[in-house]
């Protein structure tokens, strides 16, 4: 059973960075792509980034671009999503997630909450 495990939210000043980590375990994610969805108070879930374990291509929220980089462990388990510059709008819990890209099986973390305080 996939697991999905995140950390390093918490409450920041605007401006401040932070670094997301999501831990992954109960398979072998070489065929999977690993990335980060946030949902705002009162909003709906939205794609933040993604990598792509085969080639290790990754995709960006347009928006967030130049902001927020997502970067992976050598042994495909773990993913980071670094978020520089940070403002009131990054509010929200960020949830990790892993894509079976075969099966088109999407699994969720628990999610992290980050607050920046303006």
């Known amino acids: 059973q996939v697991q999905l495990v995140e950390s390093g939210g918490g409450l920041v000043q605007a401006g401040d960075s932070l670094r997301l980590s999501c831990a992954a375990s109960g398979r072998t994610f070489s065929s999977y792509s690993m990335g980060w969805f946030r949902q705002a108070p009162g909003k709906e879930r939205e794609f933040v980034a993604r990598?792509?374990?085969?080639?290790?291509?990754?995709n960006y929220f347009d928006s967030l671009k130049g902001r927020f980089t997502i970067s992976g462990g050598n042994a495909k388990n773990t993913v980071y999503l670094h978020m520089n510059s940070l403002t009131a709008e990054d509010t929200g819990i960020y949830y990790c997630t892993a894509y079976d890209l075969r099966t088109a099986t999407r699994y969720w973390g628990q999610g992290t909450q980050v607050t920046v305080s303006s």
């Open positions: 990598i792509v374990w085969s080639g290790g291509s990754t």
